[in-house]
């Protein structure tokens, strides 16, 4: 089945203790995109500025991904995100956000995209997200990314865009500051119980937590590395993995999920060992594959 | 393969969001004792005081525990800990310590005990579990836990410690400490290093990680539950399930090792639903085993 991703395509500032990098491609639907075109075709939909670096799209060319939804705007210019890692690097400390062309209207989804069976909502306003969505006619899965600043200030945007959308994606944080509840199996169950068919709670280092409808829970550790050296992309390159798998396999069934889920995780595991997408240079789904493998067997006992 | 294990027998004072028990069983000797006793015989050695409640010790009658190691002190006190947890409860907060009989002379290993095959040196200054380990005459496995004090204080005499034993049990921000290592694999490879079989880093709600001295890792997530009521003893109880299960089998290869970190991560998910050691009047190794399963099925992707 066909997915379709709306989100950011972005230059990003990086720095960690393995590094820094001033100006890279970055963006959410960027890391989806690559990340999902190792299982599936993919249909990019976003919007860029005049100042973005015509050679930054080279990541695109060869890969099943179509890029008719990525609108470069004249006048405009595009999303930039400055930011750090420190220590453990699980967090990132933006240093600088210029919105840019994300504060301006958001993209259209072309007329050919509109039937994608798979849609995977970005991190953007949740008000955003649903006009993005209702424009696709009858998707079989909606899954949206969401974080602190939605849940704080546009909660009840979030509450209505969730009537729409089959599962959410967030962080352990932003899953404990969404619900109110401390202990995070309680809480996938609260934000599960608003509607949706599972949610995937996000923990960095320490892997996935999945709940779905029926009340399965499953947890998948991070895919144990010391190569780490840029984490920037990897809760996207994970959705990317893991909606790329389901859109493959067109199945939403729990065995499906979990393979899915653990797809998402080899996918994240890969791209944070470089810089930006860098990573992509050289890996590819055979990389993928050696490492689904590797947590497979790791996790049989 | 027979199993001593030296730790404290205590009077705990705890608090969690869901009640609080004014003076409780606990103590690290105790929750090992307990979790590692449906899986093997275990020899306990401690030391309470005279105010040490007898009707406390019923918790060791009809289980296999031989407790002739343990030395009650006229004059003595016993060792108390008052805590408190609070939000996510990955963290005690200690209100009151009272070392009592801890600050006294370790107990003596009596001569029945000192051929135990398997070793548990509870949390405690590394001297002092230096100091018992040397009265065991020649054990397959000895396995040592710590804590950031003795990292911070006595650090030589842990490393000295790490010389005669097989393996250490660690949580994670104390194998950060301990290394210096901000990434959890590296910290763990690197305590590896200096010397043992193989390391367990305890990361509370997100399991444990397990290093060998071949490189391999295994990285477990925590049983998901939401009916946590008290955490206390839980990585007491993780060790009692992983030592019971490895002496039980009496194999140290790696497929055992995964095994007894799962059973380990049943055990203390267990104890963790009530307060002090209540759990365990009506959980059994039937409770343990239909967990197994379920950790087990949930792995498999």
């Known amino acids: 089945m066909s997915l379709l991703v709306t989100g950011t395509v972005a230059i990003d500032s990086v720095k960690t203790p393995f590094g820094q990098r001033e100006t890279c491609l970055g963006g959410s639907a960027t890391y989806f995109s690559v990340a999902a075109s190792h299982f599936t075709p993919v249909c990019l939909v976003g919007a860029i500025g005049e100042d973005f670096p015509e050679d930054y799209l080279k990541i695109f060319t060869g890969r099943p991904i179509d890029t008719t939804g990525l609108e470069r705007r004249s006048g405009s210019l595009t999303f930039r995100w400055k930011g750090s890692y420190a220590g453990a690097m699980n967090e990132a400390k933006t240093l600088e956000t210029r919105l840019n062309i994300v504060a301006e209207a958001p993209p259209v989804i072309p007329e050919k995209f509109r039937d994608a069976g798979f849609v995977f909502l970005a991190n953007t306003a949740p008000a955003v997200q649903l006009t993005l969505l209702q424009q696709v006619k009858n998707p079989t899965l909606s899954v949206a990314d969401t974080m602190n600043f939605w849940i704080q200030n546009t909660r009840d945007d979030l509450l209505e865009l969730i009537e729409y959308i089959?599962?959410?994606?967030?962080?352990?944080?932003?899953?404990?500051?969404?619900?109110?509840?401390?202990?995070?199996?309680?809480?996938?169950?609260?934000?599960?119980?608003?509607?949706?068919?599972?949610?995937?709670?996000?923990?960095?280092?320490?892997?996935?937590?999945?709940?779905?409808?029926?009340?399965?829970?499953?947890?998948?550790?991070?895919?144990?590395t010391d190569a780490v050296k840029?984490?920037?992309?990897?809760?996207?390159?994970?959705?990317?993995?893991?909606?790329?798998?389901?859109?493959?396999?067109?199945?939403?069934?729990?065995?499906?999920?979990?393979?899915?889920?653990?797809?998402?995780?080899?996918?994240?595991?890969?791209?944070?060992?470089?810089?930006?997408?860098?990573?992509?240079?050289?890996?590819?789904?055979?990389?993928?594959?050696?490492?689904?493998?590797?947590?497979?067997?790791?996790?049989?006992?």
């Not at 401390?182 to 608003?194: E, F, H, K």
């Not at 029926?214 to 947890?219: D, G, K, L, M, S």
């Not at 930006?276 to 497979?296: C, F, H, M, N, V």
């Open 166 to 224: 089959d599962a959410l994606v967030l962080n352990d944080a932003e899953a404990r500051m969404f619900t109110g509840a401390d202990n995070l199996v309680a809480a996938a169950r609260q934000i599960v119980q608003m509607g949706l068919k599972f949610v995937v709670v996000k923990k960095g280092e320490h892997g996935v937590l999945l709940m779905t409808e029926e009340n399965q829970a499953f947890v998948l550790p991070a895919f144990p």
């Open 230 to 301: 840029d984490p920037t992309g990897a809760g996207d390159s994970f959705a990317g993995g893991m909606m790329g798998c389901l859109a493959a396999q067109n199945s939403l069934d729990l065995p499906t999920l979990k393979k899915a889920l653990a797809y998402g995780t080899c996918v994240a595991s890969l791209v944070i060992e470089d810089f930006s997408l860098d990573r992509w240079q050289i890996a590819g789904r055979p990389d993928i594959e050696q490492r689904y493998r590797q947590l497979k067997d790791m996790m049989q006992f």
